[in-house]
């Protein structure tokens, strides 16, 4: 290969990869606010795959346009090519290449993984995982929030203060224990902020963490097609000072029970007054929770 040729090969590369390496650095502004530990690790790697994938799409098309401009057949040249029939030396390469990105993909992926320790149904194969920066707990709180999923809404119990919300409140810079546990289908908790997704599945109870780290107003998803109105499965997140955090749990102990808003239940009574027949049974939601706190479905969030 000719002198000249390696150095252009090395200047493309060397072009290609800064390229990448700001392509991945924009991937950080492509997602909601970092707003627990675990949104940081998540985003790490996404900013890591992004430029990986960059700079193998930027090698693929730059060879595909090399070749389109600089190598074509001359006008009216029909003849067939030259009859190459292999190159050992090449085949190594392009399987090698493929095979050490996968495994360092996979690897980093696991690390990632590793770090958050978020728990979930397989409790981990292995307890001894290291979890994402976060204080301990205070031994008042340390009884995990109950998750209570259906269709269709939310419904947060804190077993400590025996306090019911719509609402989920969770200290800043302390790690989360939460308790889910769906009473009738499968759903999703998916709050975009942290990067954490879990999916409830009906009849069994999960353990999960996660670490706020940012305070604000966030939101939570169903992230599953739990029926006909999962889409109003939605509810705040809210993380606040640990000194606020004790003052609304105190506040909301102190506030009598009473029916929270319900979205999907509302949307369900407006479309029975003009019914449409698809052939088959609405799911009629459940009933409003009843709750010391209710989150307002007009709540601002992040």
Do not use: C
Request: glycine fraction near 6%; proline fraction near 7%; charge should be negative.
């Amino acid at each position: 290969m000719k002198r000249s040729t390696i150095l252009m090969l090395t200047g493309l590369a060397i072009a290609y990869a800064l390229i990448s390496l700001w392509v991945g650095q924009q991937a950080y502004s492509w997602m909601p606010p970092q707003a627990s530990a675990e949104a940081v690790l998540v985003d790490n790697l996404f900013s890591f795959l992004v430029t990986l994938g960059t700079f193998i799409f930027l090698g693929v098309t730059g060879t595909l346009l090399f070749s389109m401009v600089f190598q074509r057949a001359a006008k009216y040249d029909y003849s067939d090519g030259p009859p190459i029939e292999g190159n050992v030396t090449l085949e190594v390469v392009w399987t090698a290449i493929p095979f050490a990105l996968v495994i360092w993909i996979g690897t980093y992926s696991f690390q990632i993984y590793d770090q958050m320790g978020i728990l979930g149904p397989m409790q981990h194969l292995s307890m001894g995982m290291a979890t994402a920066e976060a204080a301990p707990l205070p031994a008042e709180t340390q009884s995990p929030i109950e998750v209570r999923s259906r269709q269709w809404a939310w419904e947060f119990y804190y077993p400590d203060q025996d306090v019911l919300s719509t609402e989920l409140h969770l200290p800043v810079n302390q790690r989360a224990q939460l308790l889910l546990s769906s009473e009738d289908v499968l759903h999703g908790l998916y709050i975009p902020a942290f990067r954490v997704k879990q999916d409830i599945i009906p009849g069994r109870e999960i353990d999960f963490e996660f670490t706020p780290i940012r305070e604000g107003r966030y939101r939570l998803r169903d992230s599953e097609h739990s029926g006909t109105y999962s889409g109003a499965n939605q509810t705040n997140v809210v993380v606040e000072s640990a000194a606020d955090y004790q003052q609304w749990l105190a506040f909301a102990a102190a506030q009598p029970r009473k029916q929270a808003e319900n979205p999907a239940y509302d949307q369900f009574k407006q479309a029975e007054k003009n019914p449409i027949s698809l052939g088959w049974e609405s799911v009629k939601p459940a009933p409003a929770p009843i709750v010391n706190f209710a989150s307002s479905d007009k709540d601002s969030y992040e």
